[in-house]
């Protein structure tokens, strides 16, 4: 495999990026100038030192001396509720829709369809997040319409059984999603409404 091959397999990892695209990333490269692509070099060697993870809602922020991001270390956020989302796009997306005033809880990958339980990375995210002490009241589920998501969100339910005391609401997003449809591209009507309608299981 040659190294133009070799690059756009990479770019094929991102979301939502076929092989054609991939191509055209690295072509766009081949032709940027030298400083463009010393920049970009630069800017992903140097991530993972620049960023951290909020140590609440697992979110990605910017590494400094707090260890909370903007919303979970908002003292006008309603600490009681949690709403459970897949990626930090989702909430962005829930922000710019300002229907939600709780936090929320990234888990940053769902359950395979083929797995019958949580898998133990997302058991211990919602262990750490919802233990006995954490004054949670409501739990809001907001995964993906998809079948991973719901499959995922069934898996959710179950554990949180054994997490939570009886008395924490689990609640789910309206349908007012279409299937198949990810949060992070929902209009904000759609999402205030999916919010508003949310239904307790
Ligand atoms: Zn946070």
Redo the contacts with the bound molecule.
């Keep these: 495999m040659d190294d133009i091959e070799t690059l756009a397999r990479l770019f094929e990892k991102f979301p939502g990026i076929g092989p054609r695209q991939a191509k055209r990333f690295v072509y766009f490269l081949l032709r940027a100038d030298g400083g463009y692509r010393a920049d970009l070099i630069q800017r992903i060697s140097s991530l993972s030192k620049g960023v951290a993870r909020?140590?609440?809602?697992?979110?990605f922020?910017a590494a400094s001396l707090t260890r909370?991001?903007a919303?979970?270390?908002n003292g006008e956020r309603n600490k009681a509720q949690v709403m459970v989302v897949l990626k930090d796009a989702d909430i962005e997306s829930f922000e710019s829709a300002n229907v939600y005033q709780g936090?929320?809880l990234v888990l940053g990958t769902l359950a395979q369809l083929t797995q019958d339980a949580l898998p133990s990375t997302l058991q211990s995210i919602l262990a750490r997040r919802f233990h006995t002490s954490s004054g949670v009241q409501e739990i809001i589920l907001a995964l993906p319409v998809t079948t991973d998501g719901e499959h995922t969100s069934e898996l959710v339910k179950q554990a949180l059984k054994t997490v939570v005391a009886d008395t924490v609401s689990v609640s789910m997003l309206a349908r007012g999603l279409s299937t198949g449809s990810e949060l992070e591209y929902a209009d904000p009507q759609t999402l205030r409404n999916a919010f508003t309608l949310r239904k307790n299981n």
Excluded: A, I, K, P
Excluded at 54 to 59: A, N, V
């Design positions: 909020c140590d609440l809602c697992g979110r922020m909370s991001c919303v979970c270390g936090t929320y």
